[in-house]
């Protein structure tokens, strides 16, 4: 009832009234909790600028400041801390301000600075994304903030390949009373390496276990899951 009461007036009166209302609403009431059907929102709003950057970059725009517009709009910078690991960062894999957040995502610029490895995310590295689908494994609300994990899936513009990341976000409510990512850790799925087949080469210790010293070479081929032993044995 309090969301819904703030929310609508915020409507009604406009974004500065709004902020005002749900400032006095959160002096007596408490910050109201995020809920499931905005965290939905946040993300299709995510996806949906992903998609806007990567249009307007493709054709010549100021896609710089889309994603400035975007990121003010969707991350909680200027509110209160960012946890955000991105997904192809090495040397820096941690963007805790605004603008190492925007060298993430449109690669470095004069305007903002940034960092020589990143490419522009939001732009795919010039290739540009055209759409970006999340599939949340679970939403969890806990103690007024909301959090999500699962993939999601990015089609690239120019092949139609799609890429899949696993992803963790965190979701608050902010002072002006707007739902902002406050934690953001993106991931490739793991891939294990292959086990080695049977019968490939294996080293075997320089003495056996009562001591004596190994003659042959220190490397015998495995068959049937054993090892020879150099004199033509088993174990």
């Not at 109201?32 to 307007?56: F, G, R």
């Not at 960012?82 to 060298?103: G, I, N, Q, Y």
């Amino acid at each position: 009832m309090k969301h819904t009461l703030s929310t609508a007036l915020a409507a009604a009166l406009g974004a500065a009234a709004g902020h005002l209302i749900y400032k006095a609403i959160k002096k007596y009431w408490g910050p109201c909790a995020v809920t499931e059907k905005e965290v939905l929102a946040v993300q299709a709003a995510w996806a949906d600028a992903i998609a806007n950057i990567s249009k307007v970059y493709a054709e010549d725009g100021d896609y710089i400041g889309a994603a400035a517009e975007a990121a003010g709009e969707l991350y909680a910078y200027g509110h209160s801390d960012v946890l955000f690991k991105p997904t192809k960062a090495a040397e820096h894999p941690f963007r805790p301000t605004a603008e190492e957040a925007m060298s993430y995502f449109v690669g470095a610029s004069g305007r903002f600075g940034g960092y020589s490895e990143d490419g522009g995310f939001a732009i795919n590295g010039g290739r540009g994304w055209a759409k970006c689908v999340h599939d949340n494994h679970q939403i969890l609300q806990k103690g007024g903030v909301a959090l999500a994990m699962g993939h999601y899936y990015f089609t690239d513009a120019q092949t139609g390949d799609e890429s899949e990341v696993e992803y963790t976000f965190g979701y608050q409510r902010c002072d002006d009373g707007k739902v902002r990512i406050f934690l953001h850790h993106s991931s490739m799925p793991y891939k294990p390496q292959k086990k080695a087949a049977v019968g490939v080469a294996v080293p075997v210790p320089a003495t056996r276990r009562d001591g004596s010293p190994v003659k042959a070479s220190p490397v015998v081929p495995a068959v049937e899951g054993k090892l020879a032993e150099p004199d033509g044995g088993w174990r």
